[in-house]
C-alpha cells in the first residue's frame, strides 16, 4: 500500500514538472508574440492556458485524494501540502503568460513595447522563462542549491522593473498615457511570473529540508 502511495505521489510531482514545461514555453511564446506582434502566437498561448487550468484542478483532485484516503507521515505530508500551493503558483504563472498574450493581441497590429524599453522586456522575458525552467528542474532533481539561485534572478527582475519606471517617469517619456499602462501592467506580469516561480524554489526546500529559507530574502505571492 505505501508503495502505491508513493508512486502517486511521484506522479503528482512528475505532472508538476511538465505543467512547468508548458508554462516556461507560454512565457517563451507570449514574450515573442508581444515583441513581435503575433497574433497567431499571442491566440496559441491564451488557449492552451484553459488547459492548464484543467490541470490544476486534475492534480488538485488527486493530492486531495491522497491526503483522504492515506495517512502520510511527515515528509509526505509536506510535500502534498507543497504540491498543492505549487500547482497553483503554476497555474497562476500561466495566466500572467496569457495575460502578456492578451495585451499583445489588443495592441495587434501595432507593437504594445515602445522601442526604448524593448531590451528591457526581452531580458525580463528571457529571466522569467529561465526561472520557470529552474523551478521545474529543481522540482525534478532535489537539487537545493538551484533553487537558492533562484534568489539572485528574482533581483534581477526586481531591478528590472525599477528600470521601467524610472523610463516611465522620465521627463524623456513620449509614448503617451496608453503606452504607459500597457508597459506598467507588462511590467507586473513579468515580476509576478518571476515571484511565483522563486516561491516554488522555496517550496522545494522545504520539501527537502522540512525548512523554509529566511522569509525576509524571498517573495511571497
Keep these: 500500500m505505501r508503495d502505491s502511495y508513493r508512486e502517486q505521489l511521484d506522479d503528482i510531482l512528475a505532472d508538476l514538472v511538465e505543467m512547468s514545461q508548458v508554462v ?11 515583441l513581435e506582434a503575433d497574433i497567431h502566437l499571442a491566440e496559441q498561448v491564451i488557449s492552451a492556458d484553459e488547459k492548464l487550468d484543467a490541470k490544476q ?3 488538485e483532485a488527486r493530492a486531495f485524494s491522497l491526503l483522504a484516503r492515506q495517512a502520510p507521515v511527515a515528509g509526505e505530508l509536506r510535500t502534498l501540502v ?14 500572467l503568460a496569457a495575460h502578456v498574450a492578451k495585451i499583445a493581441r489588443l495592441r495587434y497590429p501595432e507593437i504594445a513595447v ?7 522586456f526581452v531580458r525580463m522575458g528571457d529571466v522569467a522563462e529561465k526561472m520557470v525552467v529552474t523551478a521545474g528542474q529543481t522540482l ?7 533553487a537558492q539561485e533562484l534568489r539572485a534572478r528574482d533581483e534581477e527582475m526586481d531591478e528590472l522593473r ?18 504607459a499602462v ?9 515580476e509576478r511570473i518571476a515571484d511565483h516561480a522563486a516561491s516554488m524554489a522555496r ?7 522540512g525548512d523554509f529559507p529566511e522569509d525576509a530574502y524571498w517573495p511571497q505571492p
Design 162 to 179: 525599477r528600470t521601467q519606471f524610472r523610463l516611465l517617469l522620465s521627463e524623456d517619456w513620449s509614448y503617451g498615457v496608453e503606452a
Design 114 to 120: 515602445p522601442d526604448n524599453l524593448r531590451p528591457n
Design 24 to 34: 516556461s514555453s507560454a512565457v517563451r511564446t507570449s514574450t515573442t508574440a508581444l
Design 140 to 146: 525534478n532533481d532535489r537539487n537545493i542549491q538551484n
Design 182 to 190: 500597457d508597459v506598467a501592467l507588462l511590467g507586473r506580469y513579468y
Design 57 to 59: 484542478s486534475e492534480v
Design 82 to 95: 507543497a504540491t498543492l500551493r505549487m500547482v497553483t503558483e503554476l497555474e497562476r504563472m500561466g495566466d
Design 203 to 209: 517550496r522545494i526546500i522545504y520539501i527537502v529540508t
